[in-house]
Structures are given as C-alpha cells and as structure tokens.
C-alpha cells in the first residue's frame, strides 16, 4: 500500500500562485495514476487534475483547466499541482490520491487518500 502527503498550501493574495506536493512512501509510486481534488467550505469534493503514471497523459476539470498545471516526478515519489490566478473561490482543502478505474473525475474511484493540505486566497 502507498501513503500520500500534500505540501505546499497557505495563504496567496488573489491573482498569486501556489505549488502543491503529493509524495509518497510505501509501496512503488510509479505504479499509479494520481489525481488532486478540492473540497471547499460546505462543498462537494470537486476533480481537478489527474496524471497517468508515466506522466504521459494528464487530464483537468473545468475549475483547473488553463490555470492548474499537474506533473510529476517518479524519482522523487511526488506529484504536484502548480496553480496559478488564484482566487477567493480556490479556497479549499487540496488532496491527492491513487486512481482506480476508468472515470477520472470520480472521486469514488480512488484510494490512499492524503490529509489534505489547506489553501486560502484572500486579500
């Protein structure tokens, strides 16, 4: 089995930028696809950004698309969300986690979740 742990939120005034960290210990990192996904303050958790395991492929939500980049690094057992024009509707807890399954999007279909890592953007 693999645990994940992000990094890397905080406070970023609104228009900054944030890079989040997803890495891993235990069992081999390079087997899974991982995806970030959000839940806000009495939100559904919402999809953002996956990435197959070679990195080959990546995938976004509409929240994300044009402003959230995800890569990774197999060596360094992580994966990471760079965001930028952050706004005050980003605020959020941001997890990753290992993706099972055929539907990216669906939170349902993956496990190993992290603790999350909290990001606020406020002036």
């Known amino acids: 089995q693999v645990q994940l742990a992000e990094s890397g939120g905080g406070m970023v005034q609104p228009g900054g930028s944030l890079r989040l960290s997803c890495t891993a210990s235990?069992?081999?990192?390079?087997?899974?696809?991982i995806g970030w996904f959000r839940q806000g303050p009495g939100k559904e958790r919402e999809f953002l950004a996956a990435?197959?395991?070679?990195?080959?492929?990546?995938f976004y939500g509409d929240s994300a698309e044009g402003r959230f980049t995800i890569s990774r690094d197999n060596a360094k057992s992580t994966v990471y969300l760079q965001m930028s024009g952050l706004k005050p509707e980003d605020t959020a807890v941001y997890s990753c986690?290992?993706?099972?399954?055929?539907?990216?999007?669906?939170?349902?279909?993956?496990?190993?979740w992290g603790q999350g890592t909290q990001v606020t953007a406020a002036s």
């Open positions: 235990g069992r081999t990192f390079s087997d899974y696809d």
């Open positions: 990435i197959s395991w070679g990195g080959r492929s990546t």
């Open positions: 986690a290992t993706h099972r399954g055929i539907d990216y999007g669906d939170p349902e279909q993956y496990d190993n």
